[in-house]
């Protein structure tokens, strides 16, 4: 992260989420241990970040690691929490430089203590950040995201409805994802931000994660400038509408 984020561009969407898959293929194809991908991923990560940033990309999202994660072998498991306590503290000054807030969305008591003291600490060392906002999905699941917005509806005393439901899911300030992207040839989007991205322009790509970067996530955004948005209604309406979506 080098500048501060330049000012929104008319054709970055306002929030894009990314699932950032293939790390283990990428290293497996080279014959490294799949931690190797793990670190390679952190490193396009970066750059991710900096193009959103400077594309001027209100919130980005990204899956870091999903509640069913942890069914994955024990080893693997301990240098994904051990990358992202690291890449957290190392994080810390480059985000604030840069004006970007970092915050990590998902239940994250069952982190090991030393993961939990990173979140926090990154969190409050960016909070201050007006530019682009840095989401983390980690131990994070869309139906859980659902189910504690709905707990929170009952706990409240308010009705279950879809307007008090998005007011309470996580990200609810960030708005509905505009693009999500997944890396790595998969099509499918594997309970992540379901409610978030009920309208979201889909963009699939074979690029392994570890070989993604700012050139990958710009052609993202161009052939996500190329789609026409209805939610709903015909192109004719569309066209007709000034409202820009």
């Given at each position: 992260?080098?500048?501060?984020?330049?000012?929104?561009?008319?054709?970055?969407?306002?929030?894009?989420?990314?699932?950032?898959?293939?790390?283990?293929?990428?290293?497996?194809?080279?014959?490294?241990?799949?931690?190797?991908?793990?670190?390679?991923?952190?490193?396009?990560?970066?750059?991710?970040?900096?193009?959103?940033?400077?594309?001027?990309?209100?919130?980005?999202?990204?899956?870091?690691?999903?509640?069913?994660?942890?069914?994955?072998?024990?080893?693997?498991?301990?240098?994904?929490?051990?990358?992202?306590?690291?890449?957290?503290?190392?994080?810390?000054?480059?985000?604030?430089?840069?004006?970007?807030?970092?915050?990590?969305?998902?239940?994250?008591?069952?982190?090991?203590?030393?993961?939990?003291?990173?979140?926090?600490?990154?969190?409050?060392?960016?909070?201050?950040?007006?530019?682009?906002?840095?989401?983390?999905?980690?131990?994070?699941?869309?139906?859980?995201?659902?189910?504690?917005?709905?707990?929170?509806?009952?706990?409240?005393?308010?009705?279950?409805?879809?307007?008090?439901?998005?007011?309470?899911?996580?990200?609810?300030?960030?708005?509905?994802?505009?693009?999500?992207?997944?890396?790595?040839?998969?099509?499918?989007?594997?309970?992540?931000?379901?409610?978030?991205?009920?309208?979201?322009?889909?963009?699939?790509?074979?690029?392994?994660?570890?070989?993604?970067?700012?050139?990958?996530?710009?052609?993202?955004?161009?052939?996500?400038?190329?789609?026409?948005?209805?939610?709903?209604?015909?192109?004719?309406?569309?066209?007709?509408?000034?409202?820009?979506f």
């Amino acid at each position: 992260m080098q500048s501060r984020p330049e000012s929104q561009s008319t054709h970055a969407p306002r929030h894009v989420a990314i699932i950032m898959d293939g790390n283990g293929r990428w290293a497996k194809a080279r014959h490294l241990p799949r931690a190797a991908g793990h670190k390679k991923g952190v490193d396009a990560l970066n750059r991710v970040v900096e193009t959103a940033a400077r594309a001027g990309v209100g919130n980005l999202t990204v899956f870091a690691f999903s509640s069913e994660n942890w069914k994955r072998p024990q080893a693997e498991v301990d240098t994904l929490m051990r990358l992202f306590a690291e890449g957290l503290l190392r994080w810390e000054k480059p985000l604030t430089d840069a004006g970007i807030r970092l915050r990590v969305i998902g239940e994250r008591s069952a982190f090991p203590e030393d993961v939990q003291s990173a979140i926090a600490h990154a969190e409050a060392a960016t909070a201050a950040g007006t530019g682009m906002v840095l989401n983390i999905a980690a131990n994070y699941g869309g139906r859980w995201d659902m189910t504690e917005a709905a707990k929170k509806c009952v706990a409240e005393g308010v009705a279950l409805t879809p307007e008090n439901i998005a007011g309470r899911v996580a990200l609810a300030d960030a708005g509905e994802v505009d693009l999500l992207i997944r890396t790595g040839g998969e099509q499918r989007i594997s309970n992540f931000l379901l409610w978030q991205s009920a309208y979201a322009e889909i963009y699939f790509t074979d690029e392994l994660w570890p070989d993604f970067g700012g050139e990958g996530l710009l052609e993202a955004f161009a052939w996500f400038a190329g789609r026409e948005r209805r939610f709903g209604m015909t192109s004719e309406q569309i066209q007709g509408r000034s409202v820009v979506f």
